[in-house]
């Protein structure tokens, strides 16, 4: 909303006032954070709707800098040049985008390797950049609070993988209980001697050292980290499975074993030309999948789930205000997306107000979804009229917005392919409807037909459509309209609130300016 729609008095619902255009939050409109990794060298700039991350820039650069710690102690020569140079470019991008300074923080290659301090100074001679080396701790409650950022009140494991190190923290309630480090990184686990066999046996010492400390929480199990993205990479390839979205995608114990061995019994190049991963990362995935496998085994989570946010995201958390924090990222993010893109900023929540009655014994969860929906109902409108259900789509199922399963990302992309098309069927999404049962299917069409009978009832934002009641027992679909919105209820309105009330299998009852309804078959 504007400035004036943030002052419009009246109930917002269990949502709120938008918050975007407050002056904390603009104050983290353009956000650059740096993680120098074991492995990788990230810069991240995060722009827009601050509670949920919009990624304005983002690069990776592999450069190993543990790569043979174990041996020398010192951080890899190559992989310090390969970094440095990283920096130093990563310094003057931020400069450029008006994201500086950046907040940067280095993880266990630097804060373990003799010349770690060196390599901190080089940088900051060199760039002016003070990069925070932080503990195997501080590392976790990062990581724990990016899952945060996607996922308020969350509870479970956070196992955050590196290069040289994985992480866990248990969270419960949005609240980062015990935090615990470990030496069981990939690239550690190269240099570590012996036999298989004998690196299996440390890897489930370790992990039942890890165990020891951290309370058993068999709730969800959080994955952080690119050795871990890796994997699901590998198993969605393994199930052919349709939405190529990492975040939110989960496993069970039963698939990670599957894909453990799927691992073992691949030709790693083939495999990694087939999931589009990079040579250094697919060294590091067979060492990393029996890490998994042994985490799994141990704790015994009853669901798996992947997360792309992790310390960068983490960051970002840490400088928001905790009313900020409360929010739902994906309710704002969809708000910021209305006020940005959509034609009349601020008609999605009148338009959820009209709808609304048809899901009132809706559970939350999909209340949820109704309100995303009407908010996003609109933004794609420039797109070719030809092409707009399935632009709404790919948007919806492919957006990168925290707080949303991948069947509720199908449920909303359909609602919208809805808004602007009767018929689903002979789009190039088809494969994607599987995530969702029949009667989600329905649903989804039900809620997507309302919005586009609503949005022909369009006066003005803030103004009520008028009254639609819905009841499920008599299969009856009400409308009020006043007599200044009468006109607005035209051939094609009507055409399309007989498509809905069809849907719903519904006969209907129109009242447009007087009290007497006329009773018609829809």
Known sequence: MDGEDLKTPGDWGPFGRPLF?????????????VDVGSNSVRLVVFDGAARSPAYFYNEKIMCGLGAGMAETGRLNPEGRRRALAAIR?????????????????????VREAEDGPDFIAEVAGLTGLNIYVIDGREEARLSAQGVLLGWPGAYGLICDIGGSSMELARIQHGEILERETSQLGPLKLTDLKGSKKARKAYIREEVAKLADKIELDRNR????????????????????????????????????????????????????????????????????????????RQFKPHDIALSSYGIREGLLYEQMPQKLRDRDPLIEACRFAEQKDARLPGFGRSLYRFIEPIFKSARPERKRLVLAACLLHDVTWRAHPDYRAEVCFDNSTRANLGGLKHSERVFLGLALLHRYKNNRNGTQFENLYGLLTEEEQLQAEILGKAMRFGAMLWPERDTEIGLMRWFPKKKVLELELTSAAGPLFGEVAESRFRSLANSLNAEVSVKVGNPRARMVRA
């Not at 990563?90 to 266990?108: D, N």
């Not at 991963?277 to 029996?290: D, F, N």
């Open 21 to 33: 255009n407050d002056a904390e939050a603009r104050a983290l409109s353009r956000v650059g954070v």
């Open 89 to 109: 470019r990563f310094q003057l991008l931020a400069e450029g985008m008006g994201a500086a300074p950046l907040s940067a923080v280095a993880t266990a290659a």
């Open 221 to 296: 199990l959080f994955l952080v980290g690119g050795s871990w993205r890796a994997i699901a990479r590998i198993d969605m390839a393994r199930r052919n499975y349709p939405l190529h979205v990492l975040h939110e995608y989960r496993m069970t114990a039963k698939s990670v074993r599957a894909t453990v061995d799927y691992i073992a019994d691949q030709d790693l190049d083939q495999l990694r030309k087939k999931c589009s991963l990079s040579s250094t990362r697919m060294g590091l995935v067979p060492l990393a999948s029996e890490v998994l496998l042994e985490v799994v």
